[in-house]
T-cell receptor, first 114, second 115 residues
Framework: EAGVTQSPTHLIKTRGQQATLRCSPI?????VYWYQQALGLGLQFLLW???????NRGNFPPRFSGRQFPNYSSELNVNALELEDSALYLC?????????????FGPGTRLTVL | AQTVTQSQPEMSVQEAETVTLSCTYD???????LFWYKQPPSRQMILVIR??????QNATENRFSVNFQKAAKSFSLKISDSQLGDAAMYFC????????????FGQGTRLTINP
């Protein structure tokens, strides 16, 4: 069983541009969580998708958005990039029965905004 | 809202010795889950151990064990027989049993293993 995959590994953009990050959950699992890990900080919850719908979002501005596709892969879009958006973006898939589940993480995408 | 606090930004231990990483959390919920994740230089987040709040017995996974004190809202991680491969950032995380079930993380503790 393949784990959570993310692409690209690294992404370099300039201020004002848009970034698109991708995540594929563990096969057969429908939920994807996105987290941001800015330099020197812990992980902050960004977005939760399940069954193709956005279910919850963290305290981030609307220029952070995304979607989930019928195959349950997900995209995270960051518009009008700012320098402080530079961070490691991680996605995770829960495994196990819903209330008992544990989240397993992908390798992350390192976004650098110049 | 729930919060997680790791008061030790950095810890170091000699190889083969035991080290304990501290974590406290704040919640008004009675049913929840607690986790320790490890993040080595590769940046991959790896699950170390998890604890269900309804279980009184402390979780153990080989050399890793926790001391879960629900009343004190404390969740420490003990690493026995420390190995060089244990060097990493360690994050304590909280998850509600209901709702969005997002993870709430502490700020992390950087663990160094001295040979």
């Amino acid at each position: 069983e393949a784990g959570v995959t993310q692409s690209p590994t690294h992404l370099i953009k300039t201020r004002g541009q848009q970034a698109t990050l991708r995540c594929s959950p563990i096969s057969g699992h429908t939920s994807v969580y996105w987290y941001q890990q800015a330099l020197g900080l812990g992980l902050q919850f960004l977005l939760w998708y399940d069954e193709g719908e956005e279910r919850n979002r963290g305290n981030f501005p609307p220029r952070f958005s995304g979607r989930q596709f019928p195959n349950y892969s997900s995209e995270l879009n960051v518009n009008a990039l700012e320098l402080e958006d530079s961070a490691l973006y991680l996605c995770a898939t829960p495994r196990g029965l819903a209330a008992l589940s544990t989240q397993y993480f992908g390798p992350g995408t390192r976004l650098t905004v110049l | 809202a729930q919060t997680v606090t790791q008061s030790q930004p950095e810890m170091s231990v000699q190889e083969a010795e035991t080290v304990t990483l501290s974590c406290t959390y704040d919640t008004s919920e009675s049913d929840y889950y607690l986790f320790w994740y490890k993040q080595p230089p590769s940046r991959q987040m790896i699950l170390v151990i998890r604890q269900e709040a309804y279980k009184q017995q402390n979780a153990t996974e080989n050399r890793f064990s926790v001391n879960f004190q629900k009343a004190a809202k404390s969740f420490s991680l003990k690493i026995s027989d420390s190995q060089l491969g244990d060097a990493a950032m360690y994050f304590c995380a909280y998850r509600s049993a209901e709702g969005a079930q997002k993870l709430v993380f502490g700020q992390g503790t950087r663990l160094t293993i001295n040979p």
